[in-house]
């Protein structure tokens, strides 16, 4: 079932003050949420991604453009914005297609639905990596020549796991909160059911 209108743009802005907040504060105060943003987002927003996704995308690069001028720095010429950059569009979006697939797929709240969404982020998350990874490393810069698969590889095994547990984390919090807001929902129809 669709959810109506206001619940997905209250959903869109609870996500996008959640990746707001955490990708100002990159690694300061709390680890960047984005990768979970689009996942979750691509779960709970599925069917909105014409209007969702490109809003999430300009906000990650607006956030991005403030941190780096604030810093004094020009944004195009910052260690990690390079013609790679732009292949976050197409990292971000394996992930929001991961939480779409989730929520076509997801057998309500039952176990093999925990199955379901291991494998969704797994997956989604992998192909996020080798995109953002794969293309600053061969397109960017920044990375010193010359290259080769065997650093690249090196360098795939150097930063994979740190993004793999903080987006678990957070996607982990994202499963917890959509039980306890399904339980309570279920909890306060049957309520209201009884008392009719």
């Not at 010193?144 to 994979?160: E, H, I, K, Q």
């Not at 987006?167 to 306060?188: F, K």
Request: charged share 10%.
């Amino acid at each position: 079932m669709d959810k109506p209108y206001i619940q997905r743009v209250s959903i869109f802005i609870a996500l996008a003050l959640a990746m707001a907040v955490t990708r100002i504060h990159h690694f300061d105060v709390l680890p960047d949420a984005s990768w979970a943003i689009f996942f979750l987002a691509g779960f709970w927003l599925r069917g909105s991604a014409r209007w969702a996704f490109p809003l999430l995308m300009a906000e990650a690069v607006l956030v991005d453009f403030v941190v780096i001028t604030q810093q004094g720095m020009n944004f195009w010429s910052q260690y990690c914005v390079s013609p790679a950059y732009w292949f976050l569009i197409a990292a971000y979006g394996a992930l929001w297609l991961g939480g779409s697939w989730l929520a076509r797929h997801q057998l309500g709240l039952r176990m093999p639905t925990l199955g379901l969404a291991v494998l969704a982020l797994l997956v989604s998350e992998a192909v996020c990596y080798l995109i953002s990874n794969g293309s600053f490393y061969w397109i960017s810069a920044s990375v010193p020549a010359p290259r080769s698969f065997g650093a690249w590889f090196v360098n795939l095994g150097d930063w994979y796991l740190p993004f793999l547990e903080v987006t678990a984390l957070y996607v982990g919090l994202g499963a917890v909160l959509h039980v306890l807001v399904t339980q309570l929902s279920r909890t306060l129809q049957h309520t209201g059911h009884t008392q009719h």
